[in-house]
């Protein structure tokens, strides 16, 4: 893809990335107690969802420090699943390796964002 010119916000690898990382939020939250469906089920997905969500609309954005804005919130989301994640974890609802690799995995997507962050912000410079 890095010759390939990015036409559409799925070609972003963070969005790829992104979009992998919220489908395996939603199968291991598919696991948490139905009485965590209003709480902490619905708070992960829709964390998990802000972060490919926000890319997408950041990517559309003409101007470059709105498309700035929408990266951070999505780097914000991450986060947000990371501790939510924790608490999961702490509650005993994923197992402590499984939440171990999700964490990675979120780690590695922070990066990405990272990345697309500071090409924006390149951009502003310009």
Same mark, same amino acid.
């Given at each position: 893809?890095? =010759? @390939? ?7 972003? *690898? &963070?969005? !790829? ?11 291991? +939250?598919? *696991?948490?107690?139905? *009485? ?5 089920? &619905? ?6 969802? +802000?972060?490919?969500? =926000?890319?997408?609309?950041?990517? &559309? ?11 951070? =919130?999505? !780097?914000?989301?991450?986060? @947000? ?15 402590? @390796? ?6 990675? *995995?979120?780690?590695?997507?922070? !990066?990405?964002? =990272?990345?697309?962050? !500071? ?8």
């Amino acid at each position: 893809m890095s =010759n @390939e010119k990015i036409k559409n916000f799925t070609d972003l *690898e &963070s969005w !790829r990335k992104g979009h992998e990382f919220v489908l395996k939020i939603y199968q291991i +939250s598919a *696991e948490f107690p139905k *009485e965590e469906i209003y709480g902490l089920t &619905s708070q992960i997905k829709r964390a998990a969802v +802000s972060i490919t969500a =926000n890319i997408a609309e950041g990517f &559309s954005r003409y101007h470059y420090k709105e498309k700035i804005h929408f990266y951070y =919130n999505s !780097r914000g989301s991450t986060t @947000e699943v990371q501790d939510l994640l924790l608490i999961a974890r702490d509650v005993g609802y994923i197992h402590y @390796e499984k939440c171990k690799i999700l964490f990675e *995995e979120a780690d590695i997507l922070r !990066r990405l964002l =990272n990345g697309l962050i !500071r090409s924006a912000e390149r951009q502003v410079k310009k």
